[in-house]
């Protein structure tokens, strides 16, 4: 029997699509898919004061501190995609990120200024975890914004209670950023919509079919600020402080995990098609690009996924 179930998160809704034997109850796993996702939003929030990252933002400099586990997992992850990505991401810019009016307040233009002439030094030089203990501490200061891995964590919990419910096949999501968990009772793959990068409407581009695999997508068309009548998206660049002036229409990342598909895809952003390409491939990445010219949109396929199968059903 099909469950399609459903819950606030993170400003908008996770989603669960599974399969169970007859009678299963879904309530139960409808009240742990919600729990999962309300400690990843208390932990990682930059909207909720009180959250632990905030908790760690206000800690002095130098200062130890404990943090609970998955926060401490999601830092790890994202220094480690830092330092791989060459900086491209970086979890460090909560301060331009907040500047720009990206976080719970409206742009204000002396806080532009002061993101765009801070000296910046990125988080993986600025942030350090012991290995042993878990604890973390700032070794200058620093403002941590997780909002392009957080998400995916999220999606990365959901799967996760799924298992711990014994259901090995379901999809599972958050505003987009998806992960398949095996196959449909049919035998077939799990399709995904790849959104067309279009403010004006919602609608898919392409169509991905996802085994145990997850998905995500950064692009320029759902947040951004319109500055001197030139809209810049929320990507941030992490030596300028201030929103990248050119970027892909947007980039899809397919991973093993949600969170590692999220974090690339920021970091491909912010790269740029043409050294993001460069980046994906050494690192082995699957992604899909799409770039405007024009009036016209073009793809480009990047890592074994895309290379070595058709291209994505397009859609329209």
């Not at 009180?50 to 943090?67: F, I, Q, T, Y």
């Not at 012991?130 to 200058?140: D, E, P, Q, Y």
């Not at 999220?154 to 999501?173: N, Q």
């Not at 987009?176 to 077939?188: K, S, T, V």
Request: aromatic share 6%.
């Amino acid at each position: 029997m099909r469950h399609a179930l459903n819950g606030p998160t993170m400003g908008t809704r996770w989603q669960a699509t599974v399969f169970a034997p007859p009678g299963f109850d879904p309530a139960p796993l409808r009240a742990a898919l919600q729990a999962a996702v309300d400690e990843v939003d208390g932990q990682m929030s930059t909207w909720k004061p009180d959250s632990d990252l905030m908790r760690l933002n206000a800690a002095p400099v130098g200062a130890w501190l404990a943090v609970p586990g998955q926060l401490g997992a999601v830092l790890r992850r994202g220094l480690e995609i830092g330092r791989a990505s060459d900086g491209a991401f970086d979890i460090g810019l909560g301060d331009a990120v907040t500047a720009w009016g990206f976080g719970p307040g409206a742009a204000r233009s002396e806080h532009i200024r002061a993101a765009m002439t801070a000296e910046r030094v990125p988080a993986h030089f600025a942030l350090e975890i012991n290995a042993t203990t878990g604890l973390v501490r700032k070794t200058r200061p620093l403002a941590l914004d997780l909002n392009g891995i957080a998400k995916g964590h999220g999606v990365d919990r959901l799967a996760e209670t799924l298992g711990a419910f014994g259901l090995d096949a379901g999809l599972v999501g958050i505003d987009g950023e998806m992960r398949a968990l095996g196959l449909r009772p049919d035998g077939h793959a799990w399709t995904i919509a790849v959104e067309a990068p279009d403010p004006d409407r919602r609608a898919p581009h392409a169509v991905l079919a996802l085994e145990d695999a997850a998905v995500a997508t950064s692009g320029d068309y759902r947040h951004w600020v319109e500055v001197q009548g030139r809209r810049l998206s929320h990507t941030m660049h992490p030596q300028r402080g201030a929103p990248v002036p050119a970027v892909p229409a947007s980039v899809t990342v397919v991973a093993r995990s949600c969170a590692e598909a999220d974090a690339w895809a920021t970091a491909l952003m912010v790269k740029g098609s043409l050294e993001g390409r460069a980046l994906a491939r050494r690192h082995g990445l699957n992604a899909l690009f799409i770039d405007r010219e024009g009036d016209e949109l073009r793809e480009t396929r990047v890592g074994p996924l895309f290379e070595t199968h058709p291209a994505p059903e397009r859609v329209g």
